[in-house]
């Protein structure tokens, strides 16, 4: 389910990047900002203080759900294409090459991952200009 395309977000989790939390790989993760999830899961139509929710912003949630299914997808596929291609013999650490093997393919994925989605972006922008 990867397509929707949200905000630029810095890799700064030791688990996203094989550089570890030191990073400064920027991905565009599907989707909005995580500030939509507020006031998200209360099972009702109306809020905590009983308000009635919005519409507007219960899409924006879903969104926000689908886009975190997006980036576990991207990063589950980057790790197993990674893995697969890179680790020859698994062990109980990492030598040098596979290190920098890893390091290598999942900055090679995350450029691919950011081309296809500004050129997704736009033939997305430019069909609404048509329309």
């Known amino acids: 389910m990867l397509g929707v395309v949200g905000p630029a977000v810095a890799c700064s989790f030791p688990w996203c990047c094989a550089r570890g939390p030191s990073c400064s790989a920027s991905v565009r993760f599907p989707g909005p900002?995580?500030?939509?999830?507020?006031g998200f899961g209360s099972g009702s139509?109306?809020?905590?203080?009983?308000?009635?929710?919005?519409p507007g912003l219960?899409?924006?949630?879903?969104?926000?759900?689908?886009?975190?299914?997006?980036?576990?997808?991207?990063?589950?596929?980057?790790?197993?294409?990674?893995?697969?291609k890179c680790i020859g013999k698994p062990?109980?650490?990492?030598d040098n090459s596979e290190q920098k093997c890893i390091a290598m393919c999942m900055d090679?994925?995350?450029?691919?991952w950011n081309t296809v989605s500004r050129a997704y972006n736009s033939?997305?922008?430019?069909?609404r200009a048509n329309m």
């Open 58 to 84: 219960i899409m924006e949630q879903v969104k926000v759900q689908i886009a975190v299914a997006n980036a576990q997808e991207l990063l589950q596929r980057m790790t197993d294409k990674c893995f697969r």
């Open 91 to 94: 062990g109980s650490s990492l």
């Open 45 to 54: 139509e109306f809020g905590a203080a009983g308000e009635k929710l919005d």
């Open 33 to 38: 900002a995580p500030a939509a999830m507020e």
């Open 108 to 112: 090679r994925y995350m450029d691919a």
């Open 123 to 127: 033939r997305l922008q430019r069909e």
